[in-house]
């Protein structure tokens, strides 16, 4: 693929916008692609290495610090992983045209973010009913909870394979959901460092099915891996309150642009 500054360009913003909030990979990405006239197939396979490699420099500053749960990248990576490796070789198996399968995922995600944009908006009056009607005990790393993490990992390891889509905004949320005592800051390292290696994962397995452009990957990565590392060092400075706000505006854009 010849240079094109575009692409450099596109790298950049969604780079910045993934290091700040952890949203806005596939979501974002995946419809520019689209934009500038890149077959659907190859804009899945392209994203998905994009997403790796750009989290890769992500997860180098949140590691420092110190704003990454290990332990539950650990629970949710035990699902999503093998999820991502059933999916990979169902779709190797079926051989068939999955974008009925894409359209309903993708709209039912987009519905979902909608109300999650919301709901993030609410965090402290839906932390205050949480802790009143499930107490403190569910939120310190119960049995259930693990569990529930997993779940979780399954349902974004099948949902990220087939549609790119959901890494950070699918992800974001549920850690939201299920973390609620997690700062912002630790959220959105937490599922950075997760979605490297599912999107790793899910990348190679389209990559082996041809649908990957090493050009267009060489132009996206040299505006991302600047872009997320500049957005990084600033997700902790700003205050926890803007930076939900704008996770709620990401989501909420997000959800609008799939549904509608």
């Known amino acids: ?58 997860v180098f500053v949140h590691h420092r610090k110190m704003n990454i749960n290990w332990s539950i990248t650990g629970w949710l990576s035990l699902g999503s992983i093998p999820a991502a490796l059933l999916t990979l070789w169902i779709l190797h198996i079926i051989k068939t045209d999955i974008t009925a399968i894409n359209s309903v995922i993708k709209h039912s995600l987009g519905w979902a973010l909608l109300f999650t944009s919301v709901a993030v908006l609410f965090k402290k009056k839906l932390l205050v009913f949480s802790q009143k009607h499930a107490g403190d005990k569910f939120h310190s790393e119960s049995k259930t909870q693990n569990v529930l993490t997993v779940a979780i990992g399954v349902m974004l390891g099948a949902t990220v394979t087939l549609t790119s889509i959901g890494a950070g905004a699918l992800g974001t949320v549920t850690l939201f959901f299920l973390y609620p005592l997690l700062p912002t800051s630790r959220l959105v390292g937490t599922e950075i460092a997760h979605a490297v290696p599912l999107t790793l994962v899910a990348g190679l397995g389209h990559a082996s099915m041809g649908n990957l452009d090493f050009g267009l990957l060489g132009q996206l990565l040299m505006g991302s891996l600047p872009g997320i590392f500049i957005g990084s060092m600033l997700s902790e400075k700003i205050p926890d309150l803007i930076l939900r706000n704008a996770i709620a505006i990401m989501l909420f854009f997000v959800g609008y642009k799939l549904v509608f």
Request: net charge neutral.
């Open 1 to 58: 693929m010849n240079f094109q500054l575009g692409f450099v360009v596109a790298g950049l913003i969604v780079g910045f916008v993934i290091g700040l909030t952890g949203v806005g990979g596939g979501s974002l990405m995946t419809p520019i692609l689209l934009w500038f006239g890149i077959p659907p197939t190859t804009a899945v396979g392209t994203d998905l290495l994009y997403a790796a490699f750009t989290k890769m420099g992500g």
